[in-house]
């Protein structure tokens, strides 16, 4: 996967006060180069509770294909990428919801919990180009994968 079509991969999870901080990180974690930094943010929620955000803007090229080969590994990719047209925005975001349940054992799905928004390159920035972007970059992370 010689170029990246993406300036950046953000990548954020809630952590509430029944769940684990370091098993909510190694969730997210999932989806990170290794020793990569995570942000910590405490707030707290309408109740009073305690709520830790934690998130990581992935920016270089080589971690931005690391996020990507790792999205590969979805079971149902195939579906993500046929659904590109709803998934990238106006503004060239990409976005995509990651079970965090399964991140933590190590596993890739959709699901609740993590929230991937991606700025996907294009130029002219209007989203059909992106769209088609980001199909060749995921297509591309699959392949890789797969050999």
């Given at each position: ?7 950046y991969?953000d990548l ?7 769940e684990d901080e370091k ?6 974690r999932q989806f990170l180069?290794e ?5 910590r943010e ?7 509770d305690?709520?830790?955000v934690?998130?990581a803007r992935v ?6 294909r690391y ?5 590969s590994?979805?079971?149902d990719?195939e579906?993500?990428?046929g659904?590109?047209?709803e998934?990238?925005d ?6 995509l919801r990651l079970?965090k349940q399964d ?8 699901g ?5 928004r991606?700025?996907?390159e ?6 059909p ?11 591309s ?5 797969e050999?």
């Amino acid at each position: 996967m010689p170029s990246v079509p993406f300036h950046y991969v953000d990548l954020r999870t809630f952590c509430y006060a029944t769940e684990d901080e370091k098993r909510v990180e190694q969730a997210l974690r999932q989806f990170l180069p290794e020793e990569y930094e995570i942000e910590r943010e405490v707030n707290r929620g309408h109740h009073g509770d305690r709520i830790v955000v934690f998130s990581a803007r992935v920016d270089n090229a080589d971690d931005v294909r690391y996020v990507l080969r790792q999205l590969s590994d979805l079971s149902d990719i195939e579906n993500v990428i046929g659904e590109l047209d709803e998934r990238v925005d106006e503004n060239c975001a990409f976005f995509l919801r990651l079970d965090k349940q399964d991140a933590f054992k190590g596993e890739v799905e959709r699901g609740p919990g993590i929230t991937l928004r991606a700025k996907v390159e294009a130029y002219p920035a209007k989203q059909p180009a992106a769209v088609e972007n980001a199909r060749e970059a995921l297509e591309s992370a699959r392949e890789h994968t797969e050999a």
